[in-house]
């Protein structure tokens, strides 16, 4: 079984468009993350939640908002995307959050912006 | 600004030599951890190595951290095709919540 499954993995959509990445860890972790990787391959963290509650909230356009069902699930919404938003996104989680845990990561979604 | 920069860029070396790549850092860090990313994977923690340690090992990967120099390499040794991939560090700041991490290495192994 996949420890941390996103779907899609490939989303092509227009500018404007309303999009959702889905994000499930069966790990029993109580932190998930949403990174972004551009095309340098530049990895930034855009958010994270602990047992649900939002935790870090980086400099992100407020069209992306991440909504966390419960601890095993991490959705991330994107409003009206545009063409910077292509990208490759990643989710990920670690047992409680501290920095020295390692992280366990999806196999990432490509968002391509036409 | 990035806190981790690897180097090189990218590398490409025959297989079964040895491939050595570096990660600096501009601020103390409490941590340091390496990643490896396949084309169109996720990134997979490989080792972890605290400030206060110098050298750590695991199977055919050897970290090293020079905390005065702020800089850390990754070697791997007796090199195969399956660690084309690209390497990546992430620091734990001092002060800071998050991890951060560099634009990586891409390691080509040429059998």
């Known amino acids: 079984d996949t420890a941390v499954s996103q779907t899609p993995k490939y989303l092509v959509t227009q500018m404007g468009n309303d999009k959702s990445i889905k994000c499930e860890q069966n790990?029993?972790?109580?932190?998930m993350y949403w990174y972004k990787q551009d095309s340098k391959k530049f990895l930034k963290i855009m958010f994270s939640y602990n047992n649900k509650e939002l935790i870090i909230n980086e400099t992100v356009p407020n069209r992306f908002s991440p909504k966390s069902p419960d601890k095993a699930h991490l959705n991330l919404h994107i409003n009206s995307l545009e063409l910077g938003d292509s990208a490759v996104y990643f989710c990920a989680s670690s047992q409680e959050g501290f920095l020295n845990e390692k992280l366990f990561f999806g196999s990432g979604t490509q968002l391509s912006v036409l | 600004s990035q806190q981790g920069e690897e180097d090189p860029q990218a590398l490409s070396i025959q297989e079964g030599e040895n491939a050595t790549m570096n990660c600096s850092y501009k601020t103390s860090i409490n941590n340091l951890q390496w990643y490896r990313q396949n084309s169109g994977r996720g990134l997979v923690h490989l080792i972890l190595i605290r400030s206060n340690e110098r050298e750590k090992h695991s199977g055919r990967l050897r970290v090293t951290l020079d905390t005065s120099k702020k800089s850390s390499s990754l070697l791997i040794t007796a090199s195969r095709a399956a660690d084309t991939a690209s390497y990546f560090c992430a620091t734990d700041a001092v002060g800071n919540e998050k991890l951060t991490f560099g634009t990586g290495t891409r390691l080509t192994i040429i059998p």
């Open positions: 790990l029993g972790h109580d932190t």
